[in-house]
């Protein structure tokens, strides 16, 4: 959202801003705060010890609705597929603002994987008055749901625009960043550097089993290859990760890195394996081949034109597909090379673009 929110604010004759966070992931959230220069008008600050998804959900709603009393918004803006997401679209809904979902439109239509992910967005949908749809494909999911085609306007993912932001900054040659710092210092130039992350609660227990064997296997096979685990601090994949794979020489496994440091760490990366959503996005654009360590994917696109390959948590996968990449230069260019279905960084000036028209015709 930050990219978004940076564009609406430059439009300030036609538009009063204000940014609501609930805090839902506390030190990630300030960290992307201070990052792109932007202070919340609102901060719930929800985040709380051994917090669940259902006190999660019924807090944001709570807290949310005082502040659109006071604001009176005529749109709110939410975006993906978060519990905020979803708790904010009802919310709003209920006052009666217009809701406009960013990332509208991506599905696996399976509610359980990801969960409760692909339940968030598909309810959000229900709730939405406008669909920022990053893709085609998304918008066809959209309009075969039975949205109205006025509703949506497909955009690219602002995820793109904040990368390409982003990475020209953190390699300003005066910007500076701790985590960056200790990043130069544990890599090692002379090997090919393999990104790795992962959390999704489907790939709990042997899911992530098999993850850590097949990265320990790929290690020991590769000396010339250095794996950088930045971890999660989820225990269920903490525990494993650590069990099996410390104390291996070209395994780095680091604590949880900010978003500038990561995104400087994706672009010197030869490939990424992960289970993560927005990688599957941003990674292509750095023409870095992804393996995606899930059954199903709610970004079809990528496996479509072959900027991403689902290997989910099959051990023999995982490592065929990784040698294959290490090894074969023609597949490994054949995937860096082709270009990011998921837009060229300037979605956000097509939303405020589309909003504005909207706004004209009422």
């Known amino acids: 959202m930050a990219p978004l929110i940076h564009e609406f604010k430059k439009n300030s004759v036609k538009f009063e801003t204000r940014v609501c966070i609930t805090a839902q992931h506390r030190e990630m959230l300030d960290q992307v705060l201070d990052f792109f220069n932007i202070k919340p008008d609102y901060d719930l600050n929800l985040m709380r010890p051994n917090q669940n998804l259902y006190n999660l959900t019924s807090d944001i709603i709570l807290n949310l609705k005082p502040v659109l009393e006071d604001f009176k918004p005529d749109f709110v803006y939410v975006h993906g597929d978060t519990t905020t997401t979803m708790a904010a679209a009802l919310t709003s809904f209920y006052h009666g603002s217009k809701v406009c979902h960013i990332e509208a439109g991506l599905r696996t239509y399976n509610l359980q994987s990801p969960f409760p992910e692909e339940m968030n967005r598909q309810v959000t949908t229900v709730l939405a008055n406008f669909n920022f749809a990053p893709t085609e494909t998304s918008k066809n999911n959209l309009i075969n749901e039975g949205r109205s085609e006025k509703s949506i306007c497909v955009t690219g993912n602002t995820v793109i625009d904040a990368l390409f932001y982003g990475i020209e900054k953190?390699?300003?040659p005066n910007?500076?960043?701790a985590q960056i710092d200790?990043?130069?210092?544990?890599?090692?130039?002379?090997?090919?550097?393999?990104?790795?992350t992962g959390h999704r609660r489907e790939n709990h227990g042997g899911g992530f089993i098999r993850i850590c064997e097949s990265l320990k296997q790929i290690a020991e096979q590769h000396p010339d290859v250095q794996i950088i685990y930045p971890v999660h601090l989820n225990p269920n994949v903490k525990k494993p990760v650590y069990e099996l794979l410390s104390g291996i020489d070209?395994?780095?496994?680091?604590?949880?890195?900010?978003?500038?440091?990561?995104i400087w760490l994706m672009e010197k990366a030869h490939l990424l394996i992960t289970d993560s959503g927005g990688v599957q996005e941003e990674a292509p654009s750095l023409g870095k081949p992804v393996l995606v360590m899930r059954d199903t994917t709610e970004r079809p696109e990528a496996v479509t034109v072959g900027t991403v390959i689902l290997v989910g948590t099959v051990k023999e996968k995982i490592i065929s597909e990784t040698e294959?990449?290490?090894n074969d230069e023609h597949a490994y260019h054949q995937m860096s090379k082709?270009?990011?279905?998921?837009?060229?960084?300037?979605?956000?000036?097509?939303?405020?673009e589309f909003i504005m028209k909207q706004t004209d015709e009422l």
Do not use: M, Q, W
Not at 250 to 262: G, K
Not at 341 to 350: L, T
């Open 170 to 172: 953190v390699n300003a």
């Open 250 to 262: 070209n395994i780095s496994l680091i604590a949880p890195l900010a978003y500038p440091a990561f």
């Open 324 to 326: 294959r990449l290490l």
């Open 338 to 352: 082709v270009i990011n279905p998921y837009g060229d960084g300037k979605a956000s000036e097509r939303i405020v």
């Open 182 to 196: 200790y990043l130069k210092k544990i890599i090692k130039n002379d090997k090919k550097l393999i990104l790795v």
């Open 175 to 177: 910007y500076t960043d």
